[in-house]
């Protein structure tokens, strides 16, 4: 690792590609993204700033790189029957739909905004989990919560899960086999770092961190990646890249995590020697595609981040929802 100048700000070789992955919200996180999202409105509109950045902006921004950031739920556990996709039955999906993403419908068991979401025949709306623990209990088994008709294994229909950053990640990184291949991975949230850190783990990829934040992952991680000879990967907090002015002298892939503006984007992709390839993977029809267009929008300010009214007027903006 080197460490570049201070305050000279390097630029990335204009040859790298930038290329746009795109993931999708499912239903059930559009129906919290969506929640939030009129929360953060109403903050701005009442000049409620403390509220807006320190906790409604983070978990927008955080629950467009994974559901999971958002809420944590344990959901590996088993389920004791297969449920069938919702998008296989027409009309239970367009009543899904509707009634999670206009109408707000609550699970009728923790009477909270379901997590995936699931339908009866009987038009009753449950999280996954929940029913499953309904039906843990012998005395409930084979009956709507809400209604109690008979419930059988075709009577429960899933909502479609589209693939999550994670799983794009997870493409992408496969699809390079070349036996020495790098890739780089920035995100500004720790607990971004630690989630895909356990799942890409899992998943069978070597890989490293680097942040200074609370965990306690140093320098020697770079030196580590740009000396190993086998497929690995490194993720990267880009608040300590930036700040640190970290250099990492590697041919890699690059991947950025959560949206940022192309300024941002081009001082991070500098901070890798010999950068191969650029990802950027945004969830679409969120806040996201919008901090991408930042540049574009507002030319002039170099400095302008979301602290600036107009900015976030841009940002909140109603069509930016759906
Ligand atoms: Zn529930
Ligand atoms: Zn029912």
């Excluded at 790298?16 to 059930?28: I, N």
């Excluded at 939030?36 to 409604?56: A, D, G, P, Q, V």
């Excluded at 950031?69 to 009309?91: G, R």
Aim: charged share 30%; glycine share 2%; with cysteine.
């Amino acid at each position: 690792m080197e460490v570049s100048p201070p305050h000279k700000r390097r630029k990335h070789n204009k040859d790298v590609k930038f290329t746009t992955h795109f993931a999708q919200l499912s239903l059930t996180t559009r129906a919290h993204y969506q929640t939030l999202f009129e929360e953060s409105r109403i903050c701005f509109t009442e000049k409620n700033y403390k509220e807006l950045f320190l906790r409604l902006l983070p978990k927008l921004r955080k629950i467009c790189i994974h559901f999971k950031l958002y809420k944590f739920e344990n959901d590996l556990v088993p389920l004791q029957f297969e449920q069938q996709d919702v998008s296989t039955n027409l009309k239970l999906e367009s009543i899904l739909t509707r009634r999670v993403l206009q109408e707000k419908v609550d699970c009728s068991i923790c009477l909270s905004t379901p997590s995936h979401a699931l339908i009866t025949r009987c038009t009753h709306i449950f999280c996954r989990n929940c029913i499953r623990k309904w039906f843990a209990c012998a005395r409930n088994k084979g009956l709507c919560p809400y209604c109690r008709g008979l419930l059988t294994i075709d009577d429960m229909f899933s909502e479609t899960r589209p693939d999550t950053k994670l799983e794009i990640l997870m493409k992408l990184l496969r699809q390079d086999t070349s036996t020495n291949s790098k890739s780089v991975i920035f995100t500004r949230y720790d607990d971004a770092l630690c989630y895909f850190h356990v799942h890409l783990h899992h998943a069978g990829f070597n890989c490293l961190i680097y942040t200074t934040k609370k965990l306690k992952y140093c320098e020697n991680s770079i030196q580590k990646f740009e000396n190993s000879d086998g497929p690995v990967v490194l993720l990267v907090d880009f608040e300590t890249a930036r700040r640190k002015q970290i250099l990492i002298n590697a041919e890699c892939r690059v991947f950025l995590l959560d949206a940022c503006r192309k300024s941002i984007e081009e001082e991070l992709v500098a901070r890798v020697t010999q950068p191969v390839s650029v990802s950027r993977l945004i969830s679409e029809n969120t806040i996201e595609d919008k901090i991408l267009s930042l540049d574009e929008t507002f030319t002039e300010t170099d400095t302008l981040d979301f602290y600036d009214d107009q900015v976030l007027r841009y940002l909140l903006d109603e069509d930016s929802t759906i």
